[in-house]
């Protein structure tokens, strides 16, 4: 309900809509990836740290450009102390 005229209300939901595209895109990444809706993480700040940690893990593993998915990334960086070293460009 607005007072708006149908023009505006028009950009407003287009604008909303963009925004939950991107919102929906970085949470469907944090939970495919990392299983982040499984996590029974829930005493005091370890649920907000977890998921700091988590995009931060996922923008570095994003910025590389190589044929594996972001999963198998962090999968090889865990095993790889050399292919860890080029992601974080060491």
């Known amino acids: 309900i607005s007072s708006l005229p149908p023009e505006e209300c028009q950009l407003i939901g287009q604008y909303i809509r963009g925004h ?3 919102e929906n895109r970085l949470h469907w990444h944090l939970d495919v990836t990392f299983r ?9 700040y370890s649920a907000t740290n977890l998921n700091t940690l988590r995009k ?4 570095i ?3 590389y450009k190589d044929k594996l998915s972001l999963r198998k990334r962090l999968f090889k960086a865990a095993l790889n102390i050399d292919y860890l070293k080029k992601l974080l460009k060491i």
Not at 36 to 44: H, V, Y
């Open 20 to 22: 939950w595209g991107i």
């Open 36 to 44: 982040e809706d499984a996590c029974r993480a829930r005493k005091d």
């Open 56 to 59: 931060f893990a996922l923008t």
């Open 61 to 63: 593993v994003s910025q």
